[in-house]
């Protein structure tokens, strides 16, 4: 039983920055990755950041030197800095989380509902 919330979507003009969080709750032994992906109208869901346990992080080239995936000190958080914001960036971005539950359990992956980045130009 995990739940993931997203938060610090919203509208800003091109060239501007957004901070997004994802804290993940519940029965949770331990996060082995966490990413960002990001789904806009008529296209398909692509990933945008992860990083894994042991701090590993990998970047879609469309956001390398603009994005940064990181892990918060609260347990079970991770932020996304999106500076240089450019209008393609506009879309749901959402949290996936790859739990361990518990010593018996194996890793299970969770998805937040989303949270709306728009970016005007």
């Known amino acids: 039983q995990v739940q993931l919330v997203e938060s610090g979507g919203g509208l800003v003009q091109a060239g501007g920055s957004l901070r997004l969080s994802c804290a993940a709750s519940?029965?949770?032994?331990?996060?082995?990755?966490m990413t960002w992906y990001r789904q806009a109208p008529g296209k398909q869901r692509e990933l945008v950041a992860e990083?894994?346990?042991?701090?590993?992080?990998h970047y879609a080239d469309s956001v390398k030197g603009r994005f940064t995936i990181s892990r918060g000190n609260a347990v079970n958080t991770v932020y996304l800095q999106m500076n240089s914001l450019k209008p393609e960036d506009t879309a749901v971005y959402l949290c996936?989380?790859?739990?361990?539950?518990?010593?018996?359990?194996?890793?299970?992956?969770?998805w937040g509902q989303g949270t709306q980045v728009t970016v005007s130009s």
């Open positions: 996936n989380a790859a739990v361990r539950g518990s010593p018996l359990s194996g890793v299970q992956e969770y």
């Open positions: 519940g029965s949770i032994l331990s996060v082995n990755a």
């Open positions: 990083i894994a346990g042991d701090g590993r992080t």
